[in-house]
């Protein structure tokens, strides 16, 4: 079992920046990959990023390259992204989740246990 607890969204302007967090616990935390997806109201769920579990390996959304970027420290049990010059359409819940294995995937049944989720909103 991995437990998941997010925190870091908000309310943010156009063009500003924000980081989420995600603290894992439960099963170790190197033994799997990490993902963010995020969600829109009226839409499906969006892979967003994802980190293998060195750190070493990461791949993101073509929505979000060069804006946004996957981190972990696995000493803290705990996956970041950072998020920069955030846009409109930016604005989700944005949910970690814990993969089955340690390699990279964007697909969401690659992963067994998910976070509840921090609302980000990003104003015009």
């Known amino acids: 079992q991995v437990q998941l607890v997010e925190s870091g969204g908000g309310l943010m302007q156009a063009g500003g920046s924000l980081r989420l967090s995600c603290a894992a616990s439960g099963r170790t935390f190197r033994d799997y990959a990490m993902g963010w997806f995020r969600q829109a109201p009226g839409k499906e769920r969006e892979f967003v990023a994802t980190?293998?579990?060195?750190?070493?390996?990461?791949h993101t959304a073509d929505s979000v390259k060069g804006r946004f970027t996957i981190s972990r420290d696995n000493a803290e049990n705990t996956v970041y992204l950072q998020m920069n010059s955030l846009k409109p359409e930016d604005t989700a819940v944005y949910h970690c989740?814990?993969?089955?294995?340690?390699?990279?995937?964007?697909?969401?049944?690659?992963?067994?246990?998910w976070g509840q989720g921090t609302q980000v909103t990003v104003s015009s």
């Open positions: 980190i293998n579990w060195s750190g070493a390996v990461t």
């Open positions: 989740a814990a993969g089955r294995g340690r390699h990279i995937t964007i697909a969401s049944d690659g992963y067994d246990y």
